[in-house]
């Protein structure tokens, strides 16, 4: 069964630091990834996807990501966080070969101090 | 922008009572998903559903669960008998049929007492 791991459970940052969440996920397939952001009471937003070519791909609200196969790794960064960047941040997988469910990541809650 | 909308926000039941979770998906998507989170856990697929009947579900879409599209714009989640591990959160998406990106909702809060 597939399976998607986030290397960090809570990280805390200052303002203008530079952030880089893990995402591991473990199937050896065609995969369609994710990064989805949830705002304390809001609903998932998606911040980016990746489906094919250039494995660095952008996002909304200056985040990035980048696709490394052969790590199967997919992993979020933004090189100066700011304070309304406090939220949970899920990596999600859809392996493509089993259909179009997403299988998620546990999360990694980001707190940015002031 | 068109988004997916979930009712209720907040859904309180009895154990053993039946709920109906409902959703909106946008208007022109037509793939349907559930899924839920239970408070700290991850979120967890539960089903999707296209051209009217279930594409796919996990274990956790037992029986006890059920998902209709009684008409052209609600897509509902029925638990039958409610359990209290049955407490989540539960998210509706959407997606157009050639884009894999699916649209969560603000999802619903099931608690069952």
């Known amino acids: 069964a597939q399976s998607v791991s986030q290397h960090n459970h809570h990280v805390i940052l200052s303002e203008a630091a530079s952030l880089e969440l893990g995402c591991n996920y473990s199937?050896?397939?065609?995969?369609?990834l994710f990064w989805y952001v949830q705002y304390p009471g809001q609903h998932l937003q998606l911040l980016l996807k990746?489906?094919?070519?250039?494995?660095l791909v952008k996002g909304i609200k200056g985040f990035e990501a980048e696709f490394i196969k052969s790590k199967f790794s997919f992993n979020l960064r933004k090189p100066s966080v700011q304070w309304s960047d406090t939220a949970e941040y899920f990596c999600?997988?859809?392996?493509?070969?089993?259909?179009?469910?997403?299988?998620f990541g546990p999360g990694t809650r980001l707190s940015v101090l002031p | 922008e068109p988004e997916v909308t979930q009712t209720p926000s907040h859904q309180v039941t009895q154990m053993g009572q039946e709920v109906i979770l409902r959703c909106v998906p946008i208007s022109n998507h037509l793939y349907f998903y559930w899924y839920r989170q239970i408070l700290g856990q991850k979120v967890e697929f539960l089903v999707s559903?296209?051209?009217?009947?279930?594409?796919?579900k996990s274990e956790i879409f037992d029986d006890q669960f059920s998902v209709e599209r009684p008409d052209g714009s609600n897509f509902t989640l029925k638990i039958r008998s409610t359990k209290l591990e049955d407490s989540a959160m539960y998210f509706c998406?959407?997606?157009?049929?050639?884009?894999?990106?699916?649209?969560f909702g603000p999802g619903t809060r099931l608690t069952v007492l």
């Open positions: 559903f296209y051209n009217n009947e279930i594409s796919e």
């Open positions: 199937y050896g397939g065609t995969v369609n």
């Open positions: 990746y489906f094919s070519g250039d494995p």
């Open positions: 999600a997988v859809n392996a493509v070969a089993y259909g179009q469910n997403f299988v």
């Open positions: 998406a959407s997606s157009e049929p050639n884009d894999n990106e699916q649209f």
